[in-house]
């Protein structure tokens, strides 16, 4: 963890250029200005300063034809949900305030693919933050939130057989004080509430993220997630 929020910032607005995270970030619009205190989440077609690639276990951030590119390697896990965070993800610092915010994945998930998941994280830490995403575990695909405390989940919501998926689909997670409300939309227009919860932990970065796992990590199936883009509703 950095040590103060001058440094915290500093290393937001290096990382899209630093080797150790792994980023390929293309040229693109001209970049968002961050706030000097973080504050609501900002839409953005994520190049530039505002965002930061976190890829604990290697993998990679592109963007290309107005899309986010995730890239999670296979052959070894990049989870969510187990111990601490694996998972791949591209962030941007916020403050302890309400949100509406949402994301179009434009990636197919296919539910043969063992252990795969593409979403949206709300995070307090690596060990304590919220996941809402489409999950598969070779038969079904399921859409499910999750709450992380310590490392340890805890299932809010899962619909263990999503028959309304459809390609392209969109998240949307909501935030009032400690309530939150996440929906889910086949036209970015209609959403329907998949789940009401609260939790009190102050959230400090949110972002989409991509993950597999497999018992057998030697056969986590890789993700490529593409996102069309980050909004604010």
């Not at 610092?93 to 994301?103: E, K």
């Not at 998926?165 to 309530?179: D, E, H, I, S």
Request: charged share 10%; proline share 7%; with cysteine.
């Amino acid at each position: 963890m950095y040590r103060n929020r001058t440094q915290y910032l500093f290393a937001i607005i290096c990382s899209l250029s630093m080797v150790a995270v792994q980023s390929a970030f293309a040229a693109g619009p001209l970049p968002t200005v961050l706030p000097a205190v973080p504050g609501a989440p900002l839409s953005s077609s994520f190049p530039g300063p505002l965002w930061e690639v976190i890829a604990p276990q290697g993998g990679t951030a592109s963007v290309s034809n107005a899309h986010l590119f995730l890239n999670v390697p296979g052959g070894s896990n990049h989870d969510a949900l187990h111990a601490s965070n694996q998972a791949v993800r591209v962030v941007q610092p916020i403050g302890d305030q309400s949100f509406d915010v949402s994301i179009k994945i434009d990636s197919p998930v296919v539910a043969t693919d063992v252990g795969t998941s593409q979403g949206l994280m709300v995070l307090a830490d690596d060990k304590n933050f919220i996941s809402f995403a489409l999950v598969t575990n070779g038969t079904n695909l399921s859409l499910s939130v999750q709450t992380i405390t310590d490392g340890v989940a805890a299932t809010v919501f899962d619909e263990a057989s999503f028959n309304e998926y459809q390609n392209p689909m969109y998240l949307r997670l909501t935030r009032t004080g400690v309530a939150y409300i996440a929906y889910y939309s086949v036209d970015g227009v209609v959403w329907t509430q998949a789940a009401g919860f609260t939790d009190a932990r102050i959230p400090v970065l949110i972002g989409p993220f991509a993950g597999n796992y497999n018992a057998t990590p030697s056969r986590a199936i890789p993700v490529v997630m593409s996102i069309n883009w980050f909004n604010i509703l």
